[in-house]
């Protein structure tokens, strides 16, 4: 074989063989592509990872925070509000337009202050006025009456948590402004390198519904400062806009498909087939006056017990107070606050000619209130107003004015009108108050003899409760100790976890509370206080184990 053929022979065995080699790792890298592949749609909860999942460390990106791409200009903005049928869409206030503040304010037109020019996406702006106020999906609502006062606070700005809402801000114009500003003030902050800054980037913070979250960029500090709760403040943020998609990914989902992946099912039977909760297991509960945005241990239980009686059907027991639990609250009020539905007597009384009434705080004459033809089902600020006349003269004792004229009401009004008519009327006796301090009392009585005790306790600076409820409970029991100079009852930890507590409330129980939660581990500031503030809040919802 010569020479040239003999290297001929050899190139050809090499090419061969690098044919093979190549070949071969094709078929590895195509195998080892389709098990990256494969792992890249693994399952997440149950759903493909290119399903939106939320995480609390990164409820947005930084471009998402600034976004103009959905809403560019303000006729943008107006079209959105005139396609979801808001009721924004023809509000107007200080002469212009909804759309017409939302995007100033976004855009630093109209929100700048103290050095700070907010350049924010419009859709954050627009998504908080729903998360907070629903009033982009609510419908039929009378923007110009402001019956439930959401247009005056509409971003929740100046409204802290468990506390009324700080009437400087009031207006919708006023709040869009405020809280761009405050989202871009949050923005800087995050980014600074003030090291007493809790809501930093890459620090750890505990939300109030006891989340340990890690803050994994600038837009998620800012967001949380501005609402610190993982669920739902943040949480219900984020859905808005991955629903929309209305940051820098322009894909767009249904909001029950989001709730159906995302959703934790909170760890507690849901009342269906687990033990009937009665009235006297929920009596804290139903007398409470909830605030949409709301969340924890109380929450739960109050859907837990509208569900067994038919009035709570959302799929999950979520925790959160939001419009679904509103409206089924509402709804068993208007039963009567019962698990039974009642005939109400629809009859109409005269109205007497000297209805004995002073006016009330708003100062509508409550002569002219109970006037009025109310009818069951009439609802809103002007029956507030009837429900406050009435119990200006003990005739509507239930703890919270609903607003909505239902049995409950409309018995008061008639006991009020059959009290009225009579010829000659006695005065409502009233208890004497040293009577009633000397008196001996059991933890759980209800009647209008405690409610009489608690306005004395109150007279005397010891009950601070923020209604006279009839219920003596552990408050009312430390009250009347303190009244009589006697040592705080003592409580145990078992008994202290499941008792109601109230924002800002500061007392012995309170200190007793810390102590439990001390032992227990859950509670790590430097003294029991006897304070119950934002950290022994996330405190008791830790040891009880709801998030």
């Known amino acids: ?65 600034r976004s103009k791409r959905v809403f560019p200009d303000q006729a943008s903005i107006q079209r959105y509000l005139d396609s979801s049928n808001s009721p924004l869409k023809n509000f107007s206030d200080k002469g212009q337009t909804a759309a017409y503040w939302i995007f100033n304010a976004a855009n630093g037109n109209t929100s700048s202050k103290f050095g700070i020019r907010p350049d924010l996406n419009p859709g954050v702006l627009i998504a908080y006025l729903e998360k907070e106020q629903s009033l982009i999906s609510l419908s039929n609502y009378d923007t110009a009456g402001d019956p439930e006062k959401r247009i005056r606070s509409a971003m929740g700005y100046g409204c802290p948590d468990n506390n009324v809402c700080d009437s400087v ?58 609402t610190p709760h993982a669920y739902w403040g943040n949480y219900n943020l984020w859905k808005i806009l991955t629903a929309n998609g209305w940051g820098v990914d322009s894909n767009t989902y249904s909001s029950d498909y989001i709730d159906e992946i995302n959703i934790r099912r909170i760890d507690t039977p849901d009342g269906v087939e687990g033990e009937k909760l009665t009235q006297d297991d929920v009596k804290n509960v139903i007398n409470r006056d909830f605030k949409i ?74 002569d002219d209130s109970v006037k009025i033809k109310w009818a069951i089902g009439d609802r809103y600020e002007n029956v507030r107003v009837l429900q406050e006349c009435l119990r200006l003269s003990n005739f509507f004792t239930y703890p919270v004015s609903t607003g909505y004229f239902g049995p409950i009401t409309q018995k008061a009004l008639s006991d009020y009108f059959a009290y009225s008519n009579r010829a000659a009327a006695a005065p409502t006796p009233t208890n004497n108050c040293e009577t009633l301090k000397n008196s001996n009392w059991q933890i759980g009585q209800t009647s209008e003899d405690v409610k009489s005790l608690q306005k004395c306790m109150r007279d005397a600076g010891v009950f601070t409760w923020p209604w006279d409820t009839g219920y003596f409970g552990p408050v009312s029991a430390e009250a009347l100790a303190k ?11 078992g008994d202290l976890k499941g008792q109601a507590w109230n924002f800002g409330e500061t007392s012995e129980r309170v200190r007793q509370l810390q102590g439990c939660m001390r032992a227990a581990g859950v509670f790590n500031w430097p003294s029991d206080t006897g304070y119950f503030g934002n950290v022994t809040k996330a405190s008791i919802i830790s040891w009880r184990g709801y998030f």
Do not use: H
């Open 483 to 493: 009244w009589r100079g006697q040592s705080a009852p003592a409580f145990s930890c």
């Open 1 to 65: 074989m010569t020479k040239n053929l003999k290297l001929w022979f050899l190139s050809l065995i090499l090419l061969v063989v690098n044919t093979v080699l190549l070949i071969n790792l094709g078929f590895n890298y195509l195998a080892t592509n389709n098990q990256s592949s494969a792992q890249s749609s693994s399952e997440v909860l149950g759903v493909s990872t290119s399903a939106p999942i939320f995480s609390p460390n990164y409820v947005m990106s930084d471009e998402t925070f």
């Open 169 to 226: 801000y009031y207006g919708f114009a006023n709040q869009i402004n405020w809280g761009a500003y405050q989202l871009e003030f949050n923005f800087a902050r995050a980014g600074g390198s003030n090291s007493s800054e809790a809501y930093r980037v890459n620090r750890t913070i505990t939300t109030l519904d006891g989340y340990n979250v890690f803050l994994s960029n600038a837009a998620t500090a800012a967001n949380y400062r501005y």
């Open 293 to 366: 945005g709301q969340s924890g241990g109380d929450v739960i239980l109050l859907q837990r017990y509208l569900r067994q009686n038919g009035y709570f059907t959302y799929k999950y027991i979520t925790g959160y107070f939001g419009n679904i639990t509103r409206t089924a609250f509402d709804a068993y009020l208007a039963a009567g606050g019962s698990t039974t539905t009642t005939s109400p007597n629809t009859s109409t009384p005269t109205p007497p000619a000297n209805t004995g009434l002073n006016k009330n705080s708003v100062g509508i004459s409550c």
